[in-house]
């Protein structure tokens, strides 16, 4: 079975711009979940989508969006870059909601995003 | 304030040795605590999930403990070698609909020959 991939694996963004990053679930799986990690802060949770509806949702800013396609592919949309949002985004896939026991979580390797 | 802190935040091992992480935690409700093993440049992959009534669970020379009670979990790595070089992290589900999992900043691990 192929892991989860992200695309782009980098991107480079000027401050204002927006970004759009994308997610490919492992086949089966129906819940995408979305993490920031930077150095300071480690892995922190953005948001998690399951069959099309966001179930769970971090403290982060309203410029982080997502959305989940029928096929459980999933984007996430940052607007209005800011420097702060320089980090490594990784999204996990699992067959249920991520949070219930049993449920693993795997990851893809991210998406490197630079902000100038 | 729902945390997990871990430590030593960093660690530098022989080849061979073992060692151990340790995480606490304030989280409340609990529902599971997981460790991930994250090699440089790549995404976290799952070592271990344990719900409050599991007090040790093993993966090949990782052995993780749980004590719901002290709120503290720890993970144990038997004879280690150059590839267990990576952050470890530790994640505890929040109990309740919600469920969000909140993680700790990991622990970094440098196995040397």
């Known amino acids: 079975k192929a892991g989860v991939t992200q695309t782009p694996r980098y991107l480079i963004k000027t401050r204002g711009q927006q970004v759009t990053l994308s997610c490919s679930p492992i086949?089966?799986?129906?819940?995408v979940s979305w993490y920031q990690q930077t150095p300071g802060q480690g892995l922190q949770f953005l948001f998690e989508?399951?069959?099309?509806?966001?179930?769970n949702k971090g403290n982060f800013p309203g410029r982080f969006s997502g959305r989940q396609f029928s096929n459980s592919r999933s984007e996430m949309n940052v607007s209005t870059l800011e420097l702060g949002d320089s980090a490594l985004y990784l999204c996990?896939?699992?067959?249920?909601?991520?949070?219930?026991?049993?449920?693993?979580?795997?990851f893809g390797p991210g998406t490197r995003l630079t902000v100038l | 304030k729902n945390q997990v802190e871990q430590s030593p935040q960093s660690l530098i091992i022989l080849e061979g040795k073992n060692c151990t992480l340790q995480c606490n935690y304030t989280v409340s409700p609990f529902s599971n605590l997981r460790w991930y093993k994250q090699d440089t440049g790549r995404g976290p992959v799952s070592l271990t999930i344990m719900t409050f009534s599991e007090n040790t669970k093993s993966n090949g020379r990782y052995t993780a403990t749980l004590d719901a009670d002290t709120k503290q979990s720890s993970l144990h790595i038997t004879a280690s070698q150059l590839s267990d070089s990576a952050s470890y992290i530790c994640v505890v589900r929040l109990g309740g609909s919600q469920g969000n999992l909140i993680f700790g900043k990991g622990t970094k691990l440098s196995v040397k020959p």
């Open positions: 996990a896939s699992s067959l249920g909601l991520a949070g219930e026991s049993y449920n693993e979580q795997f």
């Open positions: 989508y399951f069959s099309e509806t966001q179930r």
């Open positions: 086949s089966g799986h129906r819940s």
